[in-house]
T-cell receptor, first 114, second 116 residues
Framework: ETGVTQTPRHLVMGMTNKKSLKCEQH?????MYWYKQSAKKPLELMFV???????ENNSVPSRFSPECPNSSHLFLHLHTLQPEDSALYLC?????????????FGPGTRLTVT | AQTVTQSQPEMSVQEAETVTLSCTYD???????LFWYKQPPSRQMILVIR??????QNATENRFSVNFQKAAKSFSLKISDSQLGDAAMYFC?????????????FGKGTRLSVIA
């Protein structure tokens, strides 16, 4: 496996369900990110982890809960979501969290909340 | 706050022709980075090209080049000899060069179609 991988690729869940999205990077990077991509809107940064410490929480509702157990793995735990949370969730990683490092993206998880 | 604007929601180009995608941004910073990302239908976003604001020379990467106009805060992407595989969403993005944790700010994207 190379690059950034995400599982599952597609997820349909009810509003009362609890699920988790997984991201894994095989690049030896120290920073990882969650983005939300909705139709006709710019990508929205949700969370940033640097060296396994959360360094940015971009006013995301508490029904989204990130977890970074080590520098290679990032999870997004979901509970009691709303239909407007349906979107493509992208994970990314970079060598460091500062501006000069480019980000490498995973293929995304297409989430549908019913 | 920084903003990135892509004024062309959709563009099309004939195969082998050249197309330019526009991007403007707003910032009060003097040092920053600009990026163009490509997101094909398979959805994996990949970096196409990057530009450091302190460099006057426009970045080039094979058939991809940029026209960076710092004073005008403009950062357009030129794709030469367009190929069918170039069809994708293209996102312009900005990031400050601060050593701290700085987010990428994205535009809404331009959908490029390549006509055979």
């Amino acid at each position: 496996e190379t690059g950034v991988t995400q599982t599952p690729r597609h997820l349909v869940m009810g509003m009362t369900n609890k699920k988790s999205l997984k991201c894994e990077q095989h690049l030896g990077h120290n920073a990882m990110y969650w983005y939300k991509q909705s139709a006709k809107k710019p990508l929205e940064l949700m969370f940033v982890y640097s060296l396994e410490e959360r360094v940015e929480n971009n006013s995301v509702p508490s029904r989204f809960s990130p977890e970074c157990p080590n520098s290679s793995h990032l999870f997004l735990h979901l509970h009691t979501l709303q239909p407007e949370d349906s979107a493509l969730y992208l994970c990314a990683s970079s060598q460091g969290a500062s501006g000069r490092y480019e980000q490498y993206f995973g293929p995304g998880t297409r989430l549908t909340v019913t | 706050a920084q903003t990135v604007t892509q004024s062309q929601p959709e563009m099309s180009v004939q195969e082998a022709e050249t197309v330019t995608l526009s991007c403007t941004y707003d910032t009060s910073e003097s040092d920053y980075y600009l990026f163009w990302y490509k997101q094909p239908p398979s959805r994996q976003m990949i970096l196409v090209i990057r530009q450091e604001a302190y460099k006057q020379q426009n970045a080039t990467e094979n058939r991809f080049s940029v026209n960076f106009q710092k004073a005008a805060k403009s950062f357009s992407l030129k794709i030469s000899d367009s190929q069918l595989g170039d069809a994708a969403m293209y996102f312009c993005a900005y990031r400050t060069s601060n050593s701290g944790n700085t987010p990428l700010v994205f535009g809404k994207g331009t959908r490029l179609s390549v006509i055979a």
